[in-house]
């Protein structure tokens, strides 16, 4: 069983800021394929990134790309998501995922564990 858990978020102004942490247990962290993943009220959870865990190969959404990063810690267990230019449009709960068989990044249904979400609200 794996274990997620985000840190990180907050509050912040447009143009902001935030790096997001997820720390994992329960696995072999450098097995685990780890995607990022947010949710707006009322709207459905979509994808934001994901890190290979094989080659770190890195896909992103369109409509982030350019302005996060992730990456991953894998001595400490941890991966990251650096978000900079921020925008109202980007309030959510942001959720770290893992998959421990890779089955494609940007579906949610594809993720095996996911933790409880981090807030993050962007204010103008």
């Known amino acids: 069983q794996v274990q997620l858990v985000e840190s990180g978020g907050g509050l912040v102004q447009a143009g902001g800021s935030l790096r997001l942490s997820c720390a994992a247990s329960?696995?072999?962290?450098?097995?685990?394929?780890m995607g990022w993943f947010r949710q707006a009220p009322g709207k459905e959870r979509e994808f934001v990134a994901a890190?290979?865990?094989?080659?770190?190969?890195?896909d992103y959404a369109d409509s982030m790309k350019g302005r996060v990063t992730i990456s991953r810690d894998n001595a400490k267990n941890t991966e990251y998501l650096q978000m900079n230019s921020l925008k109202p449009a980007d309030t959510g709960v942001y959720f770290c995922?893992?998959?421990?068989?890779?089955?494609?990044?940007?579906?949610?249904?594809?993720?095996?564990?996911w933790g409880q979400g981090t807030q993050v609200t962007v204010s103008s």
């Open positions: 890190i290979s865990w094989s080659d770190g190969g890195l």
């Open positions: 329960g696995h072999t962290f450098s097995n685990l394929h």
């Open positions: 995922a893992a998959q421990t068989t890779f089955r494609g990044n940007r579906y949610a249904q594809n993720y095996d564990y």
